[in-house]
């Protein structure tokens, strides 16, 4: 993919803070600080995150984070836009959070563009999490990668934080995190078939690089669920104890979040969501045929990836393991 950062000639009439007249009070002290932010944004920005300044609107930014691995915010795409206030940097930038989803898939995100994170004051904090003069945009986009897409977004939601530990909590971020699924595969799809201009060329090499990963890795645990589920129909099972009875010589990697077992109504929804998501991406050219697309990315896959070609025969090796050790355990009860 191209470099992370770049300064393009003209801001988007997208932007959402394109027509928002901007004039620093403090001019000279602003232009310091913004070539300052450059050049932390040009040297120091991590992998997974993709800025763009604009000449002609030096207060102006547009964002794009990649969901964060084992999360289920994972091979996601997330745009932000920004604008430094005016006083900037004694108050933090503005920050709107463009959506392609309905509804929230994250407690912090909001349908209309709210971001709550405290350092950009819209969420409580303290000591380093509260903006002061010495702060930065990069520190603002590294807070919503890293403490926004997390594993387990449910207990971001204001009070549920008590629920951790609890069976009742464990419930609760499991169906979250099917919501959140869902959720962003709709998404994905919504940008693939129009993604953001000055985005453009990253957003289809991500698809074509990851999409075909994506896809298999939730087929193969929806594979997972829908066995269980049809062996244990009457005996539900928390994710926390699924992973103690499930076999760890399977060759499938569990997700490291609460999700497996997932619910039956999940598994038909994601079933339908999927098979449109493949239509998508074969429309706009992005391949989901296993041996073609595994010649394709087997050097860019990296080595924990679930192997397109033995995901069926792992999946049952898993369920006929499981299987016979149930059989052990009522044979000798």
């Known amino acids: ?31 310091r600080t913004v070539r300052k932010e450059m050049k932390l944004l040009k040297t120091s920005l991590p992998l997974g995150i993709w800025v763009r300044g604009y000449e002609d609107r030096m207060d102006l930014y547009s964002v794009m984070i990649r969901g964060p691995e084992r ?53 409580n904090g303290k000591g380093t999490e509260v903006w002061t003069s010495q702060s930065n945009l990069l520190q603002v986009i590294i807070s919503i990668q890293g403490l926004i897409l997390v594993s387990e977004p449910y207990f971001n939601e204001a009070g549920y934080e008590r629920q951790k530990g609890t069976q009742q909590g464990r419930e609760n971020s499991r169906m979250y995190n099917e919501m959140v699924v869902l959720k962003l595969i709709q998404a994905m799809a919504k940008v693939i078939q129009a993604p953001p201009d000055i985005f453009k060329k990253e957003i289809i090499q991500h698809f074509h690089k990851r999409a075909f990963k994506l896809v298999q890795r939730l087929e193969c645990w929806l594979e997972i669920s829908e066995n269980h589920n049809a062996s244990h129909p009457l005996s539900p099972t928390t994710p926390t104890t699924f992973r103690e009875i499930y076999p760890s010589d399977a060759g499938v990697e569990l997700p490291e979040f609460p999700l497996i077992p997932a619910s039956k109504g999940f598994c038909i929804t994601l079933r339908k969501t999927l098979k449109q ?48 050790k149930e059989k052990v355990v009522g044979g000798n009860s």
């Open 71 to 123: 999360t289920p915010y994972e091979d996601g795409l997330f745009f932000f836009d920004f604008q430094l206030s005016a006083d900037y940097p004694r108050a933090p930038p503005l920050c709107h959070y463009v959506t392609y989803c309905s509804d929230k898939l994250n407690p912090n995100l909001y349908e209309d563009g709210k971001v709550c994170v405290s350092l950009l004051g819209t969420w």
């Open 1 to 31: 993919m191209r470099k992370g950062f770049e300064v393009l000639e003209a801001a988007p009439d997208s932007h959402k803070f394109k027509l928002t007249m901007f004039q620093p009070t403090d001019p000279p002290h602003f232009y």
């Open 277 to 324: 998501f493949k239509s998508i991406l074969e429309s706009v050219g992005v391949s989901t045929d296993q041996k073609l697309q595994a010649r394709e990315l087997d050097s860019n896959l990296p080595k924990t990836a679930v192997s397109s070609s033995s995901v069926e025969t792992k999946v049952a090796k898993a369920t006929y393991v499981e299987t016979e």
